[in-house]
């Protein structure tokens, strides 16, 4: 009995191991960073003269001299008084006084997505103030806590644009976000090895939302985006793409590329498909150029514009097997047919 269940453990590990999304063609490999405590650290704070009685808060990520502010960043405050007052990002009535000092304490927790470092580690930050003065907080991009709050910031845009098309629903719960991770795959949670890639990351959340909402079947192991493999993997990995692109890229860019993601054919384009890369519905580069030419608004050979919403509603619950199958989905419902096989011929086949 016991080696019977030694034998049954093995398999069942084998299979679990086997549908473990492996995106390691997606990124350069590199050395995990050493994690020592879940205090983010802030780069460097300006702080400037405010109103006697308030304090102020506005935290960026900065990246070859470009700011990006950090989206729904508030804080809890303790004043040397030991009161406690909420923070927001707005300047704020919290001093009584006008010269207490505080702790800052962020409040690190999304609606729709968790980031936790390595062992599941809760993060968490803190900074120290007076009233009177404001705080800029300033993050490098390639920063432990500035890749922190690049994936707070590109998870925060999710919601944010489900909620826009009135599918605040997309997720269940709450998915799991682990970084640093060891390498950029899905196993049940996003895991993610540099946080400033934004391209990687949204492929990863990805995998995360095709698998939540049953849009397509799934199969793990090893691919390289110029070949070809099976159709289910390639419909899953084209998707995970597609829905980056979605997310990160304008629908008016004529040249739309992604700009970490398969560092040794970087930039990847999004609206061509160059020559050299396989052909047909197994090709995971032709299946997210193909989605994306039905949404995008750059019209190169075609003339299709069907939004994410009405790809989103034909597609959950569906588990799809391929990319064909996909295509058939949309002329059952009424697509015209002409204009989709222009976009198949052009994207999947290479006319």
Not at 86 to 112: H, M, P, R, W
Not at 298 to 306: A, C, L, P, R, S
């Amino acid at each position: 009995m016991k080696w019977i269940s030694l034998i049954s453990l093995l398999l069942t590990s084998q299979i679990t191991f086997a549908n473990v999304i492996n995106d390691s063609d997606l990124s350069t490999p590199i050395m995990l960073p050493l994690v020592a405590s879940p205090d983010l650290k802030v780069d460097t704070i300006d702080r400037y003269p405010i109103r006697r009685n308030a304090v102020a808060f506005k935290a960026v990520i900065v990246q070859d001299d470009k700011e990006t502010e950090i989206k729904g960043l508030s804080f809890n405050l303790t004043l040397n008084s030991n009161v406690s007052a909420n923070g927001v990002e707005s300047i704020q009535t919290a001093c009584e006084t006008g010269d207490e000092t505080y702790i800052a304490t962020a409040k690190l927790k999304l609606e729709k997505f968790q980031i936790n470092g390595p062992r599941s580690r809760r993060y968490n930050l803190k900074v120290e103030g007076k009233c009177g003065e404001g705080l800029k907080l300033i993050f490098k991009y390639n920063s432990l806590a500035g890749q922190f709050f690049g994936i707070w910031n590109l998870a925060s845009k999710i919601t944010h644009k489900f909620k826009a098309i009135g599918r605040n629903d997309f997720l269940r719960g709450k998915m799991g976000i682990i970084y640093p991770a060891s390498g950029d795959y899905y196993n049940g949670r996003v895991n993610v090895t540099q946080g400033y890639q934004w391209d990687v990351v949204g492929h990863e959340i990805g995998h995360s939302i095709y698998s939540e909402s049953r849009i397509g079947r799934s199969q793990g192991g090893r691919h390289r985006i110029d070949e070809c493999y099976t159709k289910t993997l390639a419909f899953s990995e084209g998707w995970a793409s597609f829905f980056s692109a979605w997310v990160s890229v304008d629908l008016n860019d004529p040249d739309a590329k992604f700009r970490y993601m398969v560092q040794r054919r970087a930039p990847l384009e999004i609206e061509h498909v160059p020559a050299d890369v396989c052909y047909g519905p197994t090709n995971e580069w032709r299946v997210y150029s193909f989605l994306w030419d039905l949404i995008d608004l750059n019209n190169d050979n075609e003339n299709v514009n069907i939004s994410f919403l009405d790809l989103w509603d034909l597609s959950i619950e569906k588990k799809f097997r391929s990319i064909t199958e996909y295509k058939d989905e949309l002329l059952d419902s009424g697509f015209d047919p002409v204009l989709i096989n222009v976009v198949w011929d052009q994207n999947i086949l290479g006319f």
